[in-house]
């Protein structure tokens, strides 16, 4: 797997595949969620883990069986493709979990960019999406350059404090970006506009860990590494200061300014372009290579290995990690196990 942003002493269980995907699926079958649904949420919190990116990995099923619970997320639903009066595509996710929503739009959206050359389409009423970056690399493994964009919902995800302020007011507003790349795959971006997505806060305070210098600040506003502090009214801090501060602020215009309140959680914009409308795909490939080729050879700084590229860290991740156990902490694997017991679930078949 890839670094944990967890401190390091968190006691861990290694989970085989196999049971991870099966309770995972059952807990979120017997919440309500129809087969197809429960099973392709699975597949993708699977993917995550093995992806290195521990935040949007297993964990969450814990969270989205919470929000089912609560009535926030509606499981018996599936998302819908729609168009305003204006003629504008949409997704309609009804209320219920955002990942099927998002590969309906990501699929859409990148059908109707290879017909047209570009395409967008917005994405309301949806719950928690996913990993990103997973719909940022279907586009680019399509051909195409996609930007997704995400933000809203203030009201029930007060996150992160703008910069230069200590009261958390915004969600975490992330950014996708997938475009072909050279011979190790796509280049994709995949961020929260904050210091940290908000699953390592809430996903430390479950496994019992502590977080990294420059994620949070305490209710005073003092640095903490504590993700309790954040529970007792701290707040999280944006990415790269001003400038993680300023892309939050645009991605709020965006996806509340003009695409309406967020109805569940977050409202998204997609983008895909047909790259091909610009550069023949080998060439742009040979040019990538290129590009790509250069800064992995790049001599690293002191307390790095090598130079990365991003999207291929995750895409190594999945190679390395392949048909091995997942590495969950103890205490979340353990709450996981727990709750599919009182649902009636098998654990240890």
Same mark, same amino acid.
């Given at each position: 797997?890839?670094?944990?942003?967890?401190?390091?002493?968190?006691?861990?269980?290694?989970?085989?595949? %196999?049971?991870?995907?099966?309770?995972? /699926?059952?807990?979120?079958? %017997?919440?309500?969620?129809?087969?197809?649904?429960?099973? &392709?949420? &699975?597949?993708?919190?699977?993917?995550?883990?093995?992806?290195?990116?521990?935040?949007?990995?297993?964990?969450?099923?814990? $969270?989205?069986?919470?929000?089912?619970?609560?009535?926030?997320?509606?499981?018996?639903?599936?998302?819908?493709?729609?168009?305003?009066?204006?003629?504008?595509?949409?997704? +309609?996710?009804?209320?219920?979990?955002?990942?099927?929503?998002?590969?309906?739009? !990501?699929?859409?959206? =990148?059908?109707? &960019?290879?017909?047209?050359?570009?395409?967008?389409?917005?994405?309301?009423? =949806?719950?928690?999406?996913?990993?990103?970056?997973?719909?940022?690399?279907?586009?680019?493994?399509?051909?195409?350059?996609?930007?997704?964009?995400?933000?809203?919902?203030?009201?029930?995800?007060?996150?992160?404090?703008?910069?230069?302020?200590?009261? %958390?007011?915004?969600?975490?507003?992330?950014?996708?970006?997938?475009? *072909?790349?050279?011979?190790?795959?796509?280049?994709?971006?995949?961020?929260?506009?904050?210091?940290?997505?908000?699953?390592?806060?809430?996903? $430390?305070?479950?496994?019992?860990?502590?977080?990294?210098?420059? =994620?949070? !600040? +305490?209710?005073?506003?003092?640095?903490?590494?504590?993700?309790?502090?954040?529970?007792?009214?701290?707040?999280?801090?944006?990415?790269?200061?001003?400038?993680?501060?300023?892309?939050?602020?645009?991605?709020?215009?965006?996806?509340?300014?003009?695409?309406? *309140?967020?109805?569940?959680?977050?409202?998204?914009?997609?983008?895909?372009?047909?790259?091909?409308?610009?550069?023949?795909?080998?060439?742009?490939?040979? !040019?990538? /290579?290129?590009?790509?080729?250069?800064?992995?050879?790049?001599?690293?700084?002191?307390?790095?290995?090598?130079? /990365?590229?991003?999207?291929?860290?995750?895409?190594?991740?999945?190679?390395?990690?392949?048909?091995?156990?997942?590495?969950?902490?103890? &205490?979340?694997?353990?709450?996981?196990?727990?709750? %599919?017991?009182?649902?009636?679930?098998?654990? +240890?078949?």
């Amino acid at each position: 797997m890839n670094p944990s942003k967890y401190s390091p002493d968190t006691a861990r269980s290694l989970v085989p595949i %196999a049971q991870a995907h099966r309770i995972s /699926e059952a807990i979120l079958r %017997a919440k309500g969620c129809p087969p197809d649904i429960a099973r &392709a949420v &699975a597949d993708h919190l699977i993917g995550a883990d093995l992806s290195g990116v521990e935040s949007h990995g297993v964990w969450r099923v814990l $969270a989205y069986a919470g929000y089912y619970d609560s009535g926030y997320l509606t499981a018996a639903v599936r998302p819908e493709l729609t168009r305003n009066d204006r003629g504008a595509w949409l997704v +309609d996710g009804h209320g219920g979990i955002g990942i099927p929503a998002m590969t309906l739009g !990501i699929e859409h959206v =990148v059908s109707r &960019a290879k017909d047209s050359g570009i395409a967008a389409i917005a994405l309301q009423s =949806v719950g928690h999406t996913g990993r990103l970056g997973c719909f940022a690399e279907y586009a680019a493994s399509q051909g195409c350059l996609a930007i997704i964009i995400g933000g809203g919902g203030r009201e029930n995800w007060r996150l992160v404090a703008p910069y230069g302020g200590r009261k %958390a007011l915004m969600s975490t507003n992330p950014y996708a970006i997938g475009i *072909p790349g050279g011979k190790q795959g796509p280049v994709v971006v995949d961020l929260a506009t904050s210091a940290a997505a908000a699953g390592w806060v809430y996903g $430390a305070k479950i496994a019992g860990a502590t977080l990294p210098d420059g =994620v949070l !600040i +305490d209710r005073d506003g003092k640095p903490s590494n504590d993700p309790q502090a954040y529970f007792d009214g701290g707040a999280i801090l944006t990415a790269g200061g001003p400038k993680g501060y300023a892309l939050a602020v645009a991605a709020e215009m965006i996806a509340e300014a003009m695409l309406g *309140p967020a109805t569940t959680e977050c409202n998204w914009l997609m983008l895909a372009l047909d790259c091909s409308l610009y550069q023949e795909p080998t060439r742009l490939r040979e !040019i990538a /290579e290129e590009i790509l080729d250069e800064l992995r050879h790049c001599p690293p700084a002191e307390g790095f290995t090598r130079v /990365e590229v991003p999207g291929e860290r995750e895409a190594a991740a999945r190679a390395r990690n392949a048909g091995q156990p997942i590495s969950l902490p103890k &205490a979340t694997w353990d709450s996981i196990c727990d709750l %599919a017991r009182g649902l009636g679930i098998a654990v +240890d078949s």
